[in-house]
T-cell receptor
């Protein structure tokens, strides 16, 4: 069963506009969430994280929102830049819900167009 | 400082052969993880080491897979009698400890079993 879901396999956004990437999870024991960016032939690069005690975390152009009641999180990138074009993975973990291993979504391919 | 390194970067082997994949975590990181990404899939957890504790092997897909971590640092993932379905990118990650700590990934080893 897919405990972390990214239902949009791809997203295309114009440079300068907002990119919104979505992620849903089913395991209520998850309490820590991360977003990673991955370029081809490279390992995932950490972007931003959020603990379940918060509903928002911001770092520069990146903001992650967490809606625990809906079991939904989103990553906002503002403004989007061509270098943001990559695959974005949502990941979750829970000390009491599977330990420290990360459960990943299948990724969303973001393309930022000029 | 140096990030997580993995070797080899690419490995082509014949079905039935054994392979060893190596991971050097970030210095001082006590937690080490192995994941794999098969074509078109998200990252799948394999095994987790934390300090001197017994590893969490719950993600290993079969008894052909094993891993060890010597001296609390370098780790080796061994796949015996490789099968074509073992073809994937094998990713190693490390974190400072295990609890809600960001995992930093290496570049991966691309394994192709012919």
């Amino acid at each position: 069963d897919q405990q972390v879901k990214q239902n949009s396999p791809s997203l295309s956004v114009q440079e300068g506009r907002i990119s919104i990437l979505n992620c849903d999870y089913t395991n209520s024991m998850f309490d820590y969430f991360l977003w990673y960016k991955k370029y081809p032939a490279e390992g995932p690069t950490f972007l931003i994280s959020i603990s379940s005690i918060k509903d928002k975390n911001e770092d520069g152009r990146f903001t992650v929102f967490l809606n625990k009641s809906a079991k939904h999180l989103s990553l906002h990138i503002v403004p989007s830049q061509p270098g943001d074009s990559a695959v974005y993975f949502c990941a979750a973990s829970g000390v009491t819900g599977g330990g420290n291993k990360l459960t990943f979504g299948t990724g969303t391919q973001l393309k930022v167009e000029l | 400082g140096a990030g997580v390194s993995q070797s080899p970067s690419n490995k082509v082997t014949e079905k039935g052969k054994d392979v060893e994949l190596r991971c050097d975590p970030i210095s001082g990181h006590t937690a080490l993880y192995w994941y794999r990404q098969s074509l078109g899939q998200g990252l799948e957890f394999l095994i987790y080491f934390q300090g001197n504790s017994a590893p969490d092997k719950s993600g290993l897909p079969s008894d052909r897979f094993s891993a060890e971590r010597t001296g609390g640092s370098v780790s080796t993932l061994t796949i015996q009698r490789t099968q074509q379905e073992d073809s994937a990118v094998y990713l190693c990650a490390s974190s400072r400890s295990g609890v809600q700590e960001t995992q930093y990934f290496g570049p991966g080893t691309r394994l192709l079993v012919l």
